[in-house]
């Protein structure tokens, strides 16, 4: 459940930030009578993304087990690949994520209502389409969907206020610090998942070795203790993996790793200021 909750912390205050920041130039620039646009494709998003998710959880119900193990082992490199794509493209961009909205929505204002609705609706969905796939790859380790949920509604209800509260200009928030370390445990959290999907294609008896056991401690860390649990839920941690899941996760946490680290904290790497508060605006109904 941590790190769903982390997954939902951070898209969601991607996903709130985005919102604040262009919600806050329609009203600094005068322009009110767009916002009902901004919030039905801010509406239409979540619709979309919950039924994706919703899509990916029901669908391949009625398949062999075999398919299921394909679609959910695809799907979870899927699933790690758009992860890393957004932790190293969020640590590139983040400073300029802010003049980077505001340039797109300057553009939709001369195209009028529509412009503003797809901007709004492209910038947030993105964000909830990657959510649900991530939640849906957590559910298929943790063989539950309840615990996954829970935790993402916990991580965005917390980034919802937080956005909010960046808005209102009460929070100062380090948004290069908070992305920076959330997004070095993201790699770890991301590695999991990988190593994860390897395993459900080894089940689906697409890739070899599923007996080959690399190693077995779970007399050490038991499944069913709750610090198993635990590294079950935050790092996708098995007790008995195969030697190819091993393989799977040193190849990919250690060049992503060390992409990251020299991206975010190299010695080229520039160092984001605190972002600041936008100017003080009455909140639009």
């Known amino acids: 459940m941590v790190a769903n909750v982390l997954i939902g912390l951070r898209e969601g205050l991607e996903a709130s930030l985005v919102v604040g920041i262009l919600l806050a130039y329609l009203v600094r620039t005068g322009r009110r009578d767009l916002v009902p646009a901004l919030w039905a494709g801010v509406g239409t998003a979540v619709v979309i993304s919950l039924g994706f998710g ?125 992305f920076s370390w959330t997004g070095a445990l993201l790699v770890v959290v991301a590695a999991g998942v990988v190593a994860y999907g390897v395993h459900d294609l080894q089940e689906a008896g697409i890739l070899p070795g599923l007996g080959a056991i690399a190693y077995d401690i779970s007399a050490i860390v038991p499944p069913s203790s709750w610090y198993g649990t635990l590294l079950a839920g935050l790092f996708t941690f098995s007790p008995a993996p195969t030697w190819l899941e091993v393989a799977a996760w040193c190849a990919y946490l250690v060049p992503v790793g060390f992409l990251y680290i020299r991206q975010v904290w190299g010695p080229g790497a520039r160092r984001p200021s605190p972002a600041p508060a936008p100017p003080a605006a009455e909140p639009a109904a």
């Open 54 to 178: 919703a899509l990916l959880t029901f669908g391949p119900k009625g398949l062999t087990f075999e398919a299921q193990e394909a679609i959910g082992g695809t799907l979870s490199l899927v699933a790690a690949g758009l992860l890393t794509w957004m932790i190293l493209w969020m640590s590139r961009t983040a400073r300029h994520l802010k003049r980077d909205l505001e340039g797109r929505l300057d553009q939709a204002l001369l195209a009028g209502r529509r412009a503003v609705y797809v901007v709004a609706l492209l910038a947030v969905g993105r964000e909830g389409l990657e959510t649900a796939l991530f939640l849906w790859a957590g559910a298929q380790a943790s063989s539950t969907v309840a615990g996954p949920l829970i935790g993402a509604l916990i991580g965005i209800a917390i980034a919802v206020v937080l956005g909010w509260a960046v808005y209102r200009g009460a929070v100062r928030l380090n948004l290069g610090v908070f």
